[in-house]
């Protein structure tokens, strides 16, 4: 049974990614409770890409384990379940599944049954999914409520034209269950405190789950745009807890625990993309991160066979940082010049990030050598412009999905996000937050998981 859910998973990923491109540009397809999109076949290849390689891994890893039998349909159940949710037009069934997803990921976090850590993570992931579950459910009552409708397609034609005020109640509610889905600040206590979960189910949820924000917020995007103060208050929350989540990754000396940090800080800078108005470049962001942070979470064992002693990080010398502006202008202007960005509105804030990114890879290439360094703004400006492209692309499949790009007008918020990210970013590359005890103990204490959760003896996860 394990294999034929392995192959079952690839199989219908190839498939759905092949009717992703047969039908580029088409419209959806509706069927009872359930409509067909890009969106859909898109979201869906891509999450049956990662279960089925978090499947592979874990025919070996999770061999020997005393509910081996179990793992692999509950494994399946929550692959499915995802796949139905992005599928779902029906108001009712879409939360029925949201709670269902959440269940079942609750459970997997608890897999190994009698270990009482493993346990008081799963409840506290539950009690959470089970809150964000209740926002989600008050918001879609009030959407359907403004627009008359019970489907979510009939709630993004109608949001427009609804009475402003229960539609922007209804999206903060739903910015609130994707804010806890994803394990934003100051809901990511959550998500640090799953590190008990199995390794694979860590991958699948980093990779995929959490995902499930920003894939709510894409999905009634019309409806967030209706609402351009609830926009606005997703592109603050996305900020906020992208600084934090960066901030805290710094901090942690656990190797699961500083990915989950980075979890919060990517999850917040696709709902960033999205309060921005580009949802889709949203989607392609969530891709690339679920694929590459599955393969930190699997590869996480190897990491620390190689770990060694850390040693004081040196600052950038003045050549380094002199390589870094020329990248960053570089990468930037590739991003640019492919993604169409800078043609209006707040797309300059995309650019930004793309050029820090390229500056923050020069500073990690610090210690290599000098030819490397150098060569680095030339290759940087080819990732930026590939990046802008895959970002471009994916608009394009994605056209047919109704608001998915409706760039924001560009505000003193967002002027005043570009500062922040800028200077903090700066701040961290001259060594001024190492030298706030304050700073580092905010840090750890706020990003520590639940107490009840942490194992501090290696025999208790055998107990």
Excluded at 98 to 121: N, S
Excluded at 455 to 462: F, K, L, M, S
Aim: proline share 4%.
């Amino acid at each position: 049974m394990p294999r034929l859910l392995t192959l079952a998973n690839a199989g219908l990923c190839l498939l759905l990614a092949l009717l992703a491109l047969l039908r580029w540009g088409a419209g959806p397809v509706a069927s009872g409770p359930f409509r067909v999109d890009s969106l859909a076949l898109f979201l869906g290849a891509a999450v049956l890409l990662v279960s089925a390689v978090v499947h592979a891994f874990s025919l070996r890893f999770m061999a020997g384990d005393a509910r081996f039998a179990a793992f692999f349909p509950r494994l399946s159940a929550l692959a499915a379940a995802v796949l139905l949710l992005l599928a779902a037009d029906n108001l009712l069934l879409f939360a029925g599944l949201w709670v269902a997803m959440g269940w079942l990921l609750a459970d997997l976090i608890g897999h190994v049954r009698g270990w009482r850590q493993a346990a008081a993570a799963a409840a506290l992931a539950r009690a959470w999914f089970l809150r964000g579950a209740a926002a989600l459910a008050a918001g879609l009552a009030l959407l359907g409520w403004a627009t008359g409708s019970l489907s979510i397609s009939g709630v993004v034609a109608g949001a427009a034209a609804a009475d402003g005020v229960l539609v922007g109640l209804g999206c903060a509610l739903l910015g609130l269950a994707a804010a806890i889905q994803s394990g934003l600040f100051p809901f990511h206590r959550w998500l640090m405190s799953s590190m008990t979960a199995p390794t694979p189910v860590s991958a699948f949820m980093h990779a995929g789950l959490v995902n499930a924000g920003g894939v709510l917020v894409a999905r009634f995007a019309p409806a967030f745009e209706a609402a351009p103060a609830i926009l606005a208050l997703v592109f603050l929350a996305g900020a906020a807890s992208a600084l934090f989540g960066a901030l805290a990754a710094l901090v942690q000396s656990d190797v699961k625990r500083g990915l989950a940090a980075s979890t919060t800080a990517q999850m917040g800078f696709m709902l960033l993309q999205c309060g921005l108005g580009f949802h889709a470049a949203a989607m392609a962001h969530l891709v690339l991160h679920g694929l590459y942070k599955a393969s930190l979470f699997l590869g996480a064992g190897s990491g620390l066979a190689q770990a060694r002693r850390p040693g004081a990080e040196a600052r950038p010398a003045a050549p380094v940082a002199a390589i870094a502006l020329a990248a960053a202008i570089a990468a930037g202007a590739g991003f640019a010049l492919t993604s169409g960005k800078l043609d209006g509105g707040a797309g300059g804030l995309l650019v930004l990030f793309a050029a820090l990114a390229a500056a923050q890879a020069v500073v990690a290439l610090a210690g290599q050598p000098a030819r490397m360094l150098l060569l680095a703004p030339s290759v940087l400006a080819v990732a930026g412009a590939l990046y802008g492209a895959l970002v471009a692309g994916v608009e394009a499949l994605l056209a047919g999905t109704p608001g998915l790009v409706a760039p924001q007008p560009f505000t003193a918020l967002h002027a005043l996000a570009a500062a922040a990210f800028t200077g903090i970013w700066i701040a961290v590359q001259a060594g001024l937050h190492r030298r706030s005890v304050a700073l580092y103990a905010w840090l750890v204490a706020l990003s520590q998981p639940a107490a009840a959760a942490v194992t501090d003896r290696r025999e208790a996860h055998h107990a």
